[in-house]
């Protein structure tokens, strides 16, 4: 692994489904929560300055970098949803998206 890549080796999201990552749905409550399910995972991940680095460059879909694609091309709104709406909504950090 490059040195400049190392940092993923100590990413929060290693081990974690993918899929939380790319919201399946575009907008509304179902969007929001699913956005606060991923950047519950970036809020404590201590690498989160250089994925968002990377993203800026080479990311264009899903949250990265604790940041959607909107938020990280300066555009939209960021969703203003708190990590514990995500329990409110009956989902867990780290859930498959058929678990509840």
Known sequence: MSAER???SRAACRGVD???FF?????????????AVAKAVCVRCP?????LDEALVRIPYGIAGGLTPEERRGRGRPVAQETTAVVEAGLR???HRGER
């Open 47 to 51: 690498v989160r300055a250089e994925c």
């Open 6 to 8: 190392e940092w993923r």
């Open 18 to 20: 993918g899929e939380i």
């Open 23 to 35: 919201p399946t749905a575009t907008e509304g409550p179902t969007y929001e929560a699913q956005v």
């Open 93 to 95: 950090a780290g859930a």
